[in-house]
């Protein structure tokens, strides 16, 4: 079974800290992205990575910031946590397949909330 | 800027009967578009991919159909069951990007016994 594993389940934080969350998928997928999900406003996708080194921006990618050194590892950073940044977050990674994806597989969420 | 539009309000049925849900996107041309299922506090489940030159999938109780003249998807379920309850998430795909994968807002279904 595919397995997206993300670091924390529920995580507070102080407005002003450094945050890091972080991802790991098992099964060599070229494609991690990172999503918050607050209600009445769906899946936003922050950061976006195809590989090793490689980020891209995604709709709302303002206040974050995201590393990808080892394929399997992917961290959203969120270097001075506001408010604002209370949300759920999700992870995900997908195999590429010819010009595009498959199915992408989901972590099980990081519920974080910054006081 | 592209758009994907899908009901906001939930969509309340009965046991038994078909539910269908909408996905509309614009300004752009996808090549496929996928369904995904999603319980409360829980990550989306891939449920189907439909490409650009299928008319129609289907999988066990689920259809999934595309028309890019439309630019539309509808997804159906039918023989529904209280268990169908979720939100349902579609994902015309690619999004501008090189792998770009966003997601329309949802819809919530309840199937009611």
């Known amino acids: 079974d595919v397995k997206v594993t993300q670091s924390s389940r529920y995580l507070v934080k102080r407005t002003g800290e450094k945050v890091f969350l972080e991802c790991v998928q098992d099964?060599?997928?070229?494609?991690m992205f990172w999503y918050r999900q607050d209600p009445g406003l769906g899946l936003r996708l922050i950061y976006f990575?195809?590989?090793?080194?490689?980020?891209e921006k995604g709709d709302i990618p303002e206040g974050y910031s995201v590393s990808r050194e080892k394929k399997e590892r992917f961290s959203l950073i969120l270097e001075s946590a506001s408010t604002n940044q209370t949300s759920m977050y999700l992870c995900?990674?997908?195999?590429?397949?010819?010009?595009?994806?498959?199915?992408?597989?989901f972590g099980q969420g990081t519920r974080l909330t910054v006081v | 800027s592209q758009k994907i539009e899908q009901n906001s309000e939930a969509l309340n049925i009965q046991e038994g009967k078909t539910a269908t849900l909408t996905c509309n996107y614009t300004?752009?041309?996808?090549?496929?578009l996928q369904w995904y299922r999603q319980d409360p506090g829980r990550g989306p489940v891939f449920l189907l991919l439909?490409?650009?030159?299928?008319k129609e999938k289907r999988k066990e109780r689920l259809k999934v159909t595309f028309d890019t003249t439309l630019k539309q998807s509808l997804f159906h379920i039918t023989a529904s069951q209280p268990a169908d309850s979720a939100t349902y998430l579609c994902?015309?795909?690619?999004?501008?990007?090189?792998?770009?994968?966003?997601f329309g807002a949802g819809t919530r279904l309840a199937v009611h016994p």
């Open positions: 995900a990674s997908s195999p590429s397949q010819g010009q595009g994806l498959a199915e992408a597989f």
């Open positions: 099964m060599d997928h070229e494609n």
């Open positions: 990575s195809y590989d090793v080194k490689m980020k």
């Open positions: 300004n752009y041309s996808p090549a496929y």
């Open positions: 439909i490409r650009e030159n299928e």
């Open positions: 994902a015309p795909f690619p999004s501008g990007g090189y792998n770009k994968l966003i």
